[in-house]
Protein backbone atom coordinates (compact mmCIF):
# COMPACT_ATOMS: atom_id res chain seq x y z
CA UNK A 1 0.00 0.00 0.00
CA UNK A 2 1.52 3.39 -1.03
CA UNK A 3 0.49 6.23 1.79
CA UNK A 4 1.41 9.61 2.25
CA UNK A 5 1.19 12.03 4.78
CA UNK A 6 1.43 16.03 4.52
CA UNK A 7 1.62 17.66 7.38
CA UNK A 8 1.11 21.21 6.34
CA UNK A 9 1.62 22.80 9.54
CA UNK A 10 4.96 21.55 9.54
CA UNK A 11 7.45 23.32 7.13
CA UNK A 12 10.75 22.85 6.21
CA UNK A 13 12.27 25.64 4.80
CA UNK A 14 11.83 27.47 1.21
CA UNK A 15 12.37 25.80 -1.69
CA UNK A 16 14.72 28.16 -3.64
CA UNK A 17 13.63 28.70 -6.97
CA UNK A 18 17.72 28.32 -8.46
CA UNK A 19 16.59 24.73 -8.05
CA UNK A 20 15.16 25.14 -11.26
CA UNK A 21 17.66 26.77 -13.20
CA UNK A 22 19.47 25.50 -16.43
CA UNK A 23 22.86 25.14 -18.58
CA UNK A 24 23.86 26.44 -21.49
CA UNK A 25 27.54 25.06 -22.97
CA UNK A 26 28.60 25.87 -26.56
CA UNK A 27 28.52 22.56 -26.80
CA UNK A 28 26.71 21.11 -30.54
CA UNK A 29 23.43 23.40 -31.74
CA UNK A 30 22.86 24.54 -28.13
CA UNK A 31 24.16 27.85 -28.66
CA UNK A 32 24.34 28.24 -32.65
CA UNK A 33 20.88 27.56 -33.85
CA UNK A 34 19.46 27.02 -30.93
CA UNK A 35 19.52 30.55 -29.33
CA UNK A 36 21.77 32.32 -32.00
CA UNK A 37 20.76 32.68 -35.61
CA UNK A 38 21.92 35.88 -36.01
CA UNK A 39 20.71 39.03 -36.74
CA UNK A 40 19.86 38.39 -40.84
CA UNK A 41 18.48 35.19 -39.95
CA UNK A 42 14.88 34.46 -41.91
CA UNK A 43 13.76 33.06 -38.50
CA UNK A 44 12.13 35.65 -36.01
CA UNK A 45 14.70 36.88 -33.73
CA UNK A 46 15.65 39.66 -30.83
CA UNK A 47 19.21 40.93 -32.24
CA UNK A 48 20.28 37.43 -33.66
CA UNK A 49 18.07 35.87 -30.91
CA UNK A 50 15.41 33.24 -31.52
CA UNK A 51 11.88 34.56 -30.73
CA UNK A 52 10.40 31.49 -29.76
CA UNK A 53 12.81 29.94 -27.71
CA UNK A 54 12.98 32.78 -25.63
CA UNK A 55 8.93 32.96 -25.49
CA UNK A 56 9.12 29.30 -24.71
CA UNK A 57 11.66 29.94 -21.75
CA UNK A 58 10.42 32.75 -20.36
CA UNK A 59 6.73 30.69 -19.81
CA UNK A 60 8.96 28.13 -17.86
CA UNK A 61 10.07 31.32 -15.06
CA UNK A 62 13.66 30.26 -15.60
CA UNK A 63 15.50 31.32 -12.29
CA UNK A 64 19.39 31.29 -13.45
CA UNK A 65 21.39 30.50 -16.88
CA UNK A 66 25.02 28.91 -16.30
CA UNK A 67 27.14 29.99 -19.02
CA UNK A 68 29.38 29.18 -21.11
CA UNK A 69 30.02 25.64 -19.78
CA UNK A 70 31.15 22.87 -19.28
CA UNK A 71 34.15 21.89 -20.50
CA UNK A 72 33.96 24.65 -22.71
CA UNK A 73 34.49 27.50 -20.30
CA UNK A 74 37.89 25.94 -19.72
CA UNK A 75 39.17 26.98 -23.27
CA UNK A 76 36.54 30.14 -23.65
CA UNK A 77 38.29 33.73 -24.06
CA UNK A 78 36.11 36.09 -23.00
CA UNK A 79 37.90 38.78 -25.28
CA UNK A 80 37.41 36.88 -28.34
CA UNK A 81 33.59 37.08 -27.66
CA UNK A 82 33.37 40.82 -27.86
CA UNK A 83 33.42 43.81 -29.96
CA UNK A 84 32.07 44.27 -33.77
CA UNK A 85 31.06 40.38 -35.37
CA UNK A 86 33.76 41.32 -38.07
CA UNK A 87 36.54 41.42 -35.53
CA UNK A 88 36.02 39.16 -33.28
CA UNK A 89 38.34 35.45 -33.14
CA UNK A 90 37.53 32.41 -34.80
CA UNK A 91 38.48 29.71 -32.32
CA UNK A 92 38.16 25.56 -32.70
CA UNK A 93 36.24 24.08 -29.90
CA UNK A 94 38.55 21.76 -28.72
CA UNK A 95 36.00 19.70 -26.37
CA UNK A 96 32.62 19.30 -28.45
CA UNK A 97 33.45 18.05 -32.01
CA UNK A 98 36.18 20.29 -33.47
CA UNK A 99 33.75 22.61 -35.16
CA UNK A 100 34.90 26.30 -35.99
CA UNK A 101 33.27 28.52 -33.34
CA UNK A 102 32.51 32.66 -34.78
CA UNK A 103 32.38 34.36 -31.04
CA UNK A 104 29.01 35.94 -32.68
CA UNK A 105 27.45 34.83 -29.08
CA UNK A 106 29.59 36.64 -26.31
CA UNK A 107 29.21 37.83 -22.79
CA UNK A 108 27.06 40.87 -24.30
CA UNK A 109 24.40 38.50 -26.05
CA UNK A 110 24.49 36.19 -23.16
CA UNK A 111 23.28 38.78 -20.28
CA UNK A 112 21.06 40.20 -22.88
CA UNK A 113 19.43 36.75 -23.46
CA UNK A 114 19.22 36.54 -19.75
CA UNK A 115 17.62 39.85 -19.64
CA UNK A 116 14.61 38.45 -22.62
CA UNK A 117 14.25 35.33 -20.88
CA UNK A 118 14.29 36.55 -16.87
CA UNK A 119 17.25 34.69 -15.77
CA UNK A 120 20.23 35.74 -13.45
CA UNK A 121 23.27 35.15 -15.12
CA UNK A 122 25.51 32.32 -13.82
CA UNK A 123 28.97 32.69 -15.19
CA UNK A 124 31.84 30.19 -15.40
CA UNK A 125 35.46 31.72 -15.17
CA UNK A 126 37.97 29.69 -16.84
CA UNK A 127 40.40 28.19 -14.64
CA UNK A 128 41.87 25.59 -16.97
CA UNK A 129 43.57 27.44 -19.70
CA UNK A 130 43.00 31.02 -18.64
CA UNK A 131 44.77 33.41 -16.14
CA UNK A 132 44.03 35.09 -12.99
CA UNK A 133 44.18 38.87 -14.94
CA UNK A 134 41.37 37.44 -17.63
CA UNK A 135 38.88 36.55 -14.58
CA UNK A 136 39.80 39.37 -12.82
CA UNK A 137 38.97 41.74 -15.96
CA UNK A 138 36.27 39.83 -16.99
CA UNK A 139 34.58 40.85 -13.69
CA UNK A 140 35.14 44.38 -13.95
CA UNK A 141 34.11 44.63 -17.63
CA UNK A 142 31.12 43.16 -16.51
CA UNK A 143 30.55 44.83 -13.42
CA UNK A 144 32.57 47.94 -12.55
CA UNK A 145 30.76 51.48 -12.89
CA UNK A 146 33.94 53.81 -12.03
CA UNK A 147 36.84 54.79 -14.67
CA UNK A 148 38.74 51.91 -15.85
CA UNK A 149 39.90 50.71 -18.83
CA UNK A 150 37.33 47.68 -18.62
CA UNK A 151 34.52 49.92 -18.27
CA UNK A 152 35.54 52.44 -20.83
CA UNK A 153 35.99 49.01 -23.00
CA UNK A 154 32.03 47.88 -21.98
CA UNK A 155 30.96 51.36 -22.92
CA UNK A 156 32.40 51.29 -26.30
CA UNK A 157 31.20 47.87 -27.25
CA UNK A 158 27.64 49.68 -26.92
CA UNK A 159 26.77 48.97 -22.43
CA UNK A 160 26.85 52.04 -20.88
CA UNK A 161 25.23 50.60 -17.42
CA UNK A 162 26.86 47.90 -15.91
CA UNK A 163 25.17 44.73 -15.24
CA UNK A 164 24.48 42.77 -11.66
CA UNK A 165 26.28 39.45 -12.05
CA UNK A 166 25.18 37.16 -9.25
CA UNK A 167 26.77 33.93 -9.22
CA UNK A 168 30.53 33.22 -11.20
CA UNK A 169 31.71 30.22 -10.84
CA UNK A 170 35.78 30.02 -10.43
CA UNK A 171 36.72 26.86 -12.99
CA UNK A 172 34.60 23.67 -14.19
CA UNK A 173 35.03 20.16 -13.91
CA UNK A 174 39.25 20.95 -12.69
CA UNK A 175 38.91 17.70 -11.93
CA UNK A 176 38.57 16.44 -15.63
CA UNK A 177 38.77 18.44 -18.50
CA UNK A 178 39.29 21.98 -16.45
CA UNK A 179 42.97 20.05 -15.98
CA UNK A 180 42.74 16.98 -14.42
CA UNK A 181 43.54 18.58 -11.10
CA UNK A 182 44.25 17.10 -7.83
CA UNK A 183 41.82 18.75 -5.24
CA UNK A 184 44.89 19.99 -2.85
CA UNK A 185 46.27 21.93 -6.32
CA UNK A 186 42.67 23.24 -7.37
CA UNK A 187 42.01 24.77 -3.32
CA UNK A 188 45.01 26.58 -3.76
CA UNK A 189 43.65 27.89 -7.11
CA UNK A 190 41.01 28.37 -6.30
CA UNK A 191 42.12 30.61 -3.33
CA UNK A 192 44.41 32.39 -5.79
CA UNK A 193 41.81 32.91 -8.63
CA UNK A 194 38.67 33.85 -6.35
CA UNK A 195 40.99 36.62 -4.48
CA UNK A 196 40.53 38.93 -7.80
CA UNK A 197 37.06 37.84 -8.50
CA UNK A 198 36.24 41.63 -6.84
CA UNK A 199 32.16 42.90 -5.34
CA UNK A 200 32.50 46.64 -7.71
CA UNK A 201 29.06 47.17 -7.03
CA UNK A 202 26.79 46.94 -4.07
CA UNK A 203 25.81 43.46 -4.71
CA UNK A 204 28.13 40.93 -3.56
CA UNK A 205 29.73 38.21 -6.39
CA UNK A 206 28.25 34.67 -4.75
CA UNK A 207 31.31 32.49 -5.87
CA UNK A 208 30.63 29.00 -6.80
CA UNK A 209 33.56 26.80 -6.66
CA UNK A 210 34.41 23.88 -8.56
CA UNK A 211 33.06 20.74 -6.92
CA UNK A 212 33.15 16.76 -6.81
CA UNK A 213 32.81 14.32 -9.77
CA UNK A 214 29.52 12.06 -8.88
CA UNK A 215 31.06 10.42 -5.65
CA UNK A 216 34.57 11.83 -5.35
CA UNK A 217 34.04 12.69 -1.20
CA UNK A 218 37.50 13.57 -1.00
CA UNK A 219 37.18 16.21 -3.20
CA UNK A 220 34.66 17.68 -1.03
CA UNK A 221 36.59 17.02 1.96
CA UNK A 222 39.64 19.11 0.54
CA UNK A 223 37.94 21.76 -0.27
CA UNK A 224 35.66 22.10 2.35
CA UNK A 225 38.83 21.87 4.60
CA UNK A 226 41.39 24.30 2.87
CA UNK A 227 39.33 26.72 1.24
CA UNK A 228 35.52 26.25 2.80
CA UNK A 229 35.37 29.81 3.75
CA UNK A 230 36.02 31.46 0.94
CA UNK A 231 33.24 30.21 -1.46
CA UNK A 232 29.71 30.47 -1.53
CA UNK A 233 28.74 27.33 -3.10
CA UNK A 234 30.32 24.08 -3.89
CA UNK A 235 29.54 22.40 -7.10
CA UNK A 236 28.45 18.89 -8.25
CA UNK A 237 27.74 16.82 -11.61
CA UNK A 238 25.99 13.50 -11.94
CA UNK A 239 24.33 12.12 -15.01
CA UNK A 240 21.72 9.83 -15.06
CA UNK A 241 23.16 6.52 -17.42
CA UNK A 242 20.80 3.68 -18.17
CA UNK A 243 24.55 1.77 -17.11
CA UNK A 244 27.02 1.94 -14.93
CA UNK A 245 30.00 2.84 -17.35
CA UNK A 246 30.33 5.77 -19.25
CA UNK A 247 32.87 2.82 -21.48
CA UNK A 248 30.94 1.84 -24.16
CA UNK A 249 27.54 2.43 -25.20
CA UNK A 250 25.10 4.07 -22.97
CA UNK A 251 22.17 3.12 -24.73
CA UNK A 252 19.30 4.76 -27.32
CA UNK A 253 17.29 7.62 -25.63
CA UNK A 254 14.21 6.09 -27.54
CA UNK A 255 14.75 2.42 -27.91
CA UNK A 256 14.81 1.10 -24.69
CA UNK A 257 12.62 -1.80 -22.75
CA UNK A 258 11.50 -2.05 -19.45
CA UNK A 259 14.69 -3.39 -17.62
CA UNK A 260 16.40 -0.42 -18.89
CA UNK A 261 13.86 1.88 -18.17
CA UNK A 262 14.32 0.33 -14.40
CA UNK A 263 18.11 0.74 -13.98
CA UNK A 264 17.60 4.71 -15.87
CA UNK A 265 15.27 5.21 -12.55
CA UNK A 266 17.87 3.76 -10.25
CA UNK A 267 20.58 4.99 -11.18
CA UNK A 268 18.53 8.61 -10.84
CA UNK A 269 17.86 8.07 -6.66
CA UNK A 270 21.37 7.90 -6.47
CA UNK A 271 21.10 11.41 -6.56
CA UNK A 272 19.62 11.21 -3.08
CA UNK A 273 22.86 9.06 -1.55
CA UNK A 274 24.98 11.48 -3.08
CA UNK A 275 23.56 15.03 -1.69
CA UNK A 276 23.34 13.07 1.45
CA UNK A 277 26.73 11.79 1.71
CA UNK A 278 28.50 15.19 0.49
CA UNK A 279 26.81 17.24 2.65
CA UNK A 280 27.55 14.81 5.72
CA UNK A 281 31.51 15.55 4.78
CA UNK A 282 30.66 19.62 4.08
CA UNK A 283 28.84 19.61 7.64
CA UNK A 284 31.85 18.50 9.39
CA UNK A 285 33.21 21.97 8.48
CA UNK A 286 29.87 24.03 8.00
CA UNK A 287 27.23 22.58 10.36
CA UNK A 288 25.33 25.83 9.75
CA UNK A 289 24.90 25.21 6.11
CA UNK A 290 26.40 28.92 4.57
CA UNK A 291 27.72 26.84 1.64
CA UNK A 292 25.31 25.73 -0.68
CA UNK A 293 25.88 22.50 -2.96
CA UNK A 294 25.43 23.85 -6.07
CA UNK A 295 24.09 20.64 -8.61
CA UNK A 296 24.52 22.84 -11.68
CA UNK A 297 24.86 19.94 -13.98
CA UNK A 298 22.43 16.78 -14.28
CA UNK A 299 20.24 14.46 -16.61
CA UNK A 300 20.09 12.13 -18.04
CA UNK A 301 23.02 11.16 -20.97
CA UNK A 302 22.42 8.56 -23.61
CA UNK A 303 24.40 7.63 -26.90
CA UNK A 304 23.66 10.41 -29.31
CA UNK A 305 20.79 10.23 -32.04
CA UNK A 306 21.86 7.85 -35.09
CA UNK A 307 23.78 10.15 -37.90
CA UNK A 308 24.24 13.29 -35.61
CA UNK A 309 27.64 14.42 -35.07
CA UNK A 310 29.11 12.36 -31.65
CA UNK A 311 30.92 15.69 -30.22
CA UNK A 312 27.20 17.42 -30.40
CA UNK A 313 25.37 14.97 -27.71
CA UNK A 314 22.17 15.39 -29.21
CA UNK A 315 19.28 13.00 -28.16
CA UNK A 316 15.91 12.67 -27.97
CA UNK A 317 13.77 13.16 -24.68
CA UNK A 318 11.02 10.56 -23.85
CA UNK A 319 9.13 10.24 -21.16
CA UNK A 320 11.48 8.35 -19.25
CA UNK A 321 13.00 11.45 -19.49
CA UNK A 322 10.07 12.97 -18.07
CA UNK A 323 10.44 10.77 -14.62
CA UNK A 324 14.24 11.44 -14.50
CA UNK A 325 13.40 15.26 -14.18
CA UNK A 326 10.57 14.63 -11.89
CA UNK A 327 12.24 12.65 -9.89
CA UNK A 328 15.51 14.50 -9.23
CA UNK A 329 13.36 17.84 -8.39
CA UNK A 330 11.73 16.08 -5.18
CA UNK A 331 15.05 15.06 -4.09
CA UNK A 332 16.30 18.05 -4.22
CA UNK A 333 13.35 19.87 -2.94
CA UNK A 334 13.61 17.28 0.23
CA UNK A 335 17.18 18.34 0.67
CA UNK A 336 16.82 22.45 0.81
CA UNK A 337 18.78 22.94 3.73
CA UNK A 338 21.81 22.51 1.43
CA UNK A 339 20.54 22.37 -2.29
CA UNK A 340 20.39 25.83 -3.26
CA UNK A 341 20.86 25.62 -7.11
CA UNK A 342 20.83 23.34 -9.90
CA UNK A 343 20.86 23.25 -13.32
CA UNK A 344 19.94 20.70 -16.05
CA UNK A 345 22.00 19.90 -19.14
CA UNK A 346 21.12 21.51 -21.23
CA UNK A 347 18.91 24.10 -22.23
CA UNK A 348 18.35 23.35 -26.20
CA UNK A 349 19.52 20.45 -28.61
CA UNK A 350 22.20 19.07 -25.79
CA UNK A 351 21.30 16.21 -23.82
CA UNK A 352 18.14 16.29 -21.48
CA UNK A 353 17.33 19.44 -23.42
CA UNK A 354 13.80 20.69 -22.85
CA UNK A 355 13.46 22.43 -26.95
CA UNK A 356 14.76 20.93 -29.63
CA UNK A 357 15.25 22.71 -33.01
CA UNK A 358 15.02 22.01 -36.56
CA UNK A 359 15.81 24.81 -38.99
CA UNK A 360 12.51 27.00 -38.13
CA UNK A 361 10.86 24.77 -36.28
CA UNK A 362 11.18 23.94 -32.38
CA UNK A 363 9.66 21.81 -30.04
CA UNK A 364 8.84 21.33 -26.45
CA UNK A 365 10.28 18.04 -24.77
CA UNK A 366 8.72 15.90 -21.92
CA UNK A 367 11.08 17.75 -19.46
CA UNK A 368 10.22 20.81 -20.41
CA UNK A 369 6.45 20.35 -19.82
CA UNK A 370 7.81 18.68 -16.32
CA UNK A 371 9.47 22.08 -15.45
CA UNK A 372 6.82 24.09 -16.07
CA UNK A 373 4.46 21.91 -14.08
CA UNK A 374 7.07 21.78 -11.36
CA UNK A 375 7.94 25.33 -11.39
CA UNK A 376 4.48 25.93 -8.83
CA UNK A 377 7.44 24.91 -6.25
CA UNK A 378 9.66 27.51 -6.81
CA UNK A 379 10.05 30.10 -3.68
CA UNK A 380 7.54 27.88 -2.06
CA UNK A 381 7.65 26.56 1.67
CA UNK A 382 8.63 22.53 1.49
CA UNK A 383 5.48 20.56 3.80
CA UNK A 384 7.13 18.11 5.86
CA UNK A 385 5.97 14.67 4.45
CA UNK A 386 5.84 10.76 5.46
CA UNK A 387 5.88 8.62 2.36
CA UNK A 388 5.08 4.47 2.60
CA UNK A 389 6.14 3.38 -0.81
CA UNK A 390 5.29 0.35 -2.31
CA UNK A 391 8.16 -1.63 -3.74
CA UNK A 392 9.09 -1.64 -7.35
CA UNK A 393 10.88 -4.77 -8.38
CA UNK A 394 13.26 -5.78 -10.97
CA UNK A 395 15.65 -8.19 -11.64
CA UNK A 396 16.50 -8.83 -7.87
CA UNK A 397 16.65 -4.99 -7.64
CA UNK A 398 13.85 -2.67 -5.75
CA UNK A 399 13.05 0.86 -5.48
CA UNK A 400 10.06 2.85 -3.98
CA UNK A 401 7.50 2.44 -6.56
CA UNK A 402 6.29 6.57 -5.38
CA UNK A 403 8.37 9.28 -5.09
CA UNK A 404 6.64 12.60 -3.72
CA UNK A 405 6.98 16.34 -2.96
CA UNK A 406 4.57 19.22 -1.37
CA UNK A 407 4.98 22.86 -0.85
CA UNK A 408 2.88 26.01 0.40
CA UNK A 409 3.12 29.36 -2.76
CA UNK A 410 2.42 32.69 -1.10
CA UNK A 411 -0.97 32.25 -2.08
CA UNK A 412 -1.56 29.80 0.42
CA UNK A 413 -2.24 27.12 -2.08
CA UNK A 414 -0.52 23.26 -1.46
CA UNK A 415 1.07 21.63 -4.91
CA UNK A 416 1.44 17.76 -4.61
CA UNK A 417 3.93 16.01 -7.15
CA UNK A 418 3.67 12.95 -7.12
CA UNK A 419 5.34 10.34 -9.35
CA UNK A 420 4.61 6.47 -10.14
CA UNK A 421 7.86 5.01 -11.03
CA UNK A 422 6.38 1.32 -12.44
CA UNK A 423 6.53 0.76 -16.16
CA UNK A 424 3.58 -0.83 -16.42
CA UNK A 425 1.69 -1.15 -12.79
CA UNK A 426 -1.14 1.98 -12.02
CA UNK A 427 -1.75 2.39 -8.57
CA UNK A 428 -3.37 4.09 -5.67
CA UNK A 429 -1.83 6.55 -3.09
CA UNK A 430 -3.74 7.68 0.35
CA UNK A 431 -3.54 10.86 1.09
CA UNK A 432 -3.51 12.27 4.79
CA UNK A 433 -3.41 15.84 4.79
CA UNK A 434 -2.97 16.70 8.36
CA UNK A 435 -3.45 20.56 9.66
CA UNK A 436 -5.25 22.13 6.65
CA UNK A 437 -8.85 22.05 5.63
CA UNK A 438 -7.92 22.11 1.85
CA UNK A 439 -9.31 20.56 -0.61
CA UNK A 440 -7.95 18.98 -4.33
CA UNK A 441 -9.35 21.10 -6.92
CA UNK A 442 -7.31 20.66 -9.55
CA UNK A 443 -4.89 18.16 -11.70
CA UNK A 444 -2.27 18.16 -14.22
CA UNK A 445 -0.66 14.99 -15.82
CA UNK A 446 1.93 13.90 -17.77
CA UNK A 447 2.08 10.53 -19.09
CA UNK A 448 2.35 8.71 -22.99
CA UNK A 449 0.92 5.67 -24.36
CA UNK A 450 4.27 3.75 -24.50
CA UNK A 451 7.85 4.31 -22.11
CA UNK A 452 9.13 5.63 -25.45
CA UNK A 453 7.20 8.33 -26.73
CA UNK A 454 8.60 11.30 -27.29
CA UNK A 455 7.70 14.42 -29.48
CA UNK A 456 9.15 14.97 -32.51
CA UNK A 457 8.78 17.48 -35.59
CA UNK A 458 5.69 15.49 -37.06
CA UNK A 459 4.39 14.75 -33.93
CA UNK A 460 5.65 17.72 -31.39
CA UNK A 461 2.32 17.10 -28.96
CA UNK A 462 2.45 13.37 -28.18
CA UNK A 463 3.60 14.17 -24.92
CA UNK A 464 1.99 16.91 -23.30
CA UNK A 465 0.26 17.59 -19.94
CA UNK A 466 -3.20 17.06 -19.76
CA UNK A 467 -5.86 17.66 -16.64
CA UNK A 468 -6.03 14.91 -14.37
CA UNK A 469 -9.02 14.16 -12.22
CA UNK A 470 -8.47 10.33 -10.89
CA UNK A 471 -8.53 11.13 -6.95
CA UNK A 472 -11.42 11.14 -4.91
CA UNK A 473 -12.60 11.63 -0.77
CA UNK A 474 -12.79 8.91 1.24
CA UNK A 475 -13.60 9.73 4.86
CA UNK A 476 -10.54 11.85 6.21
CA UNK A 477 -7.88 10.79 3.27
CA UNK A 478 -7.68 11.71 -0.91
CA UNK A 479 -6.87 8.55 -2.58
CA UNK A 480 -5.40 9.03 -6.32
CA UNK A 481 -5.35 6.89 -8.91
CA UNK A 482 -1.49 7.50 -10.21
CA UNK A 483 -1.17 5.63 -13.86
CA UNK A 484 2.13 3.63 -14.65
CA UNK A 485 4.96 5.47 -15.63
CA UNK A 486 3.10 9.01 -14.66
CA UNK A 487 4.06 12.47 -13.29
CA UNK A 488 0.81 14.46 -11.36
CA UNK A 489 0.69 17.52 -9.54
CA UNK A 490 -2.28 18.40 -7.43
CA UNK A 491 -3.35 21.67 -6.56
CA UNK A 492 -5.03 22.38 -3.34
CA UNK A 493 -6.66 24.94 -1.75
CA UNK A 494 -8.64 26.00 0.98
CA UNK A 495 -12.65 26.60 0.43
CA UNK A 496 -14.27 30.19 0.99
Known amino acids: MNKLIVNADITKGIIDRNLYGHFAEHLGRCIYEGIWVGHDSPIPNVDGMRTDVIEALRALDIPVLRWPGGCFADAYLWKDGIGPYEQRKRMINIHWGGVVENNHFGTHE ?8 GAEPYIAGNVGSGTVREMAEWVEYMTFDGESPMTDWRKANGREEPWKLKYFGVGNENWGCGGNMRPEYYADLYRHYASYVRDYGPEKVYKIACGPNSDNYEWTDVLMRQAGTMFDGLSLHYYTLPTNSW ?11 EHMWFKTLKNTLYMEELIVRHDAVMSKYDPEKRVALIVDEWGTWYDVEPGTNPGFLYQQNTQRDALVAAINLNIFHQHNDRVKMANIAQLVN ?11 RMLLTPTYHILHMYKVHQDAERLDTVLESSAYEMEGESI ?10 AEGRIHLSLCNLH ?6 LRCDLRGSAASIISGTIIQADTLQAHNTFTEPERVTPAEFTAFRREEDQWVITLPA ?10 QG
Not at 110 to 117: T, Y
Not at 350 to 360: D, K, R, S
Not at 485 to 494: F, I
Open 400 to 409: DQISASASRD
Open 485 to 494: ASVVTLRLQE
Open 110 to 117: FLQFCELI
Open 423 to 428: HADATE
Open 350 to 360: VLQAVILTEGG
Open 247 to 257: VGSKGSSTEFD
